[in-house]
């Protein structure tokens, strides 16, 4: 049996350099907190949890004094920086530069349409970390819209600007705007695709990679949206794909009387835990 493990999968850069941030904090502390999980990948938390990496929610971020605290790639709202400040908390800032970008441009397109009595939305998932940290840039006013169809929150007679989620689908995206710009009888639509390519890029490869094996084998975290979103794409192609999150998820009858099998994953997967994957499949 062939087996190939997709070298265009795993870690973003944001992930990377988060999870790099974090490994060199913990060798000068033992106990560093992480503001929701640092990466959406169940055996890659617990490996960072063994050096001593403790996972918090929000609420018990908001009750801390004088520790450490990891900001993951995702990003915060400025009143995660502010706690900071006011209670002595010491913040490793990973936030990916691709979003602390776009952070940016949705603050001072927020206060622009603030002026104009305008409507800022964000294509993206409500409750989404990456989300709730773009939305803080405008005081919570903008219009969080997670599908195309929902274009119809807006006011038409109103401008719009519109920015994205950067894990979202480019066809979803374009969907949104053409459906917002039928719409208006403003007159202004500013719609800017700020999704990031590194993940969408991956949407054309899988299309690829998944019609040149028997199987394939996803390898993905449960409560990561990108890992949905990419499996998805190989199981368009290849009716044999298959979701894991970790090795003994495997099933045998899966790689019966098969002879390739291609493993990949999402911005959210470890490449250690593709490695394992084909190591087990080896096995069976």
């Not at 990973?94 to 970008?101: D, E, G, M, N």
């Not at 964000?122 to 803080?136: K, M, N, P, R």
């Not at 394939?216 to 894991?244: H, T």
Request: glycine letters at 6%; one cysteine or more.
């Amino acid at each position: 049996m062939i087996i190939e493990i997709d070298q265009k999968s795993g870690f973003c850069f944001g992930v990377v350099n988060a999870i790099g941030k974090a490994e060199e904090t913990l060798q000068t502390v033992d106990l560093l907190y992480s503001l929701g999980h640092i990466v959406h990948n169940e055996l890659e938390v617990k490996r960072l949890q063994e050096l001593g990496l403790r996972t918090i929610t929000h609420e018990e971020y908001f009750t801390l004094k004088d520790c450490k605290v990891l900001i993951r790639a995702h990003g915060e709202p400025p009143s995660t920086y502010e706690y900071a400040r006011e209670n002595h908390i010491t913040l490793i800032d990973a936030t990916c530069p691709v979003v602390l970008k776009l952070q940016q441009r949705v603050k001072k397109a927020a206060e622009t349409m603030n002026s104009e009595n305008g409507q800022l939305v964000i294509f993206g998932h409500l409750g989404h970390a990456e989300v709730a940290g773009l939305a803080g840039q405008t005081k919570n006013e903008a219009i969080i819209i997670d599908d195309p169809e929902d274009f119809r929150k807006l006011d038409p007679l109103r401008p719009v600007v519109v920015f994205s989620q950067t894990t979202k689908s480019v066809g979803d995206f374009r969907k949104l705007t053409q459906n917002i710009r039928e719409q208006s009888q403003s007159g202004r639509v500013e719609t800017h695709d700020t999704i990031c390519r590194q993940v969408s890029n991956r949407v054309d490869h899988l299309n690829q990679f998944a019609t040149r094996f028997d199987v394939i084998i996803f390898a993905g975290g449960r409560q990561s949206s990108n890992s949905q979103v990419l499996f998805d794409v190989c199981k368009k192609q290849n009716e044999r794909s298959y979701f894991v999150s970790t090795p003994e998820e495997l099933n045998p009858e899966w790689f019966s009387g098969i002879e390739t099998v291609g493993i990949c994953g999402a911005t959210s997967t470890p490449q250690w835990l593709m490695e394992k994957l084909a190591e087990r499949i080896r096995q069976l």
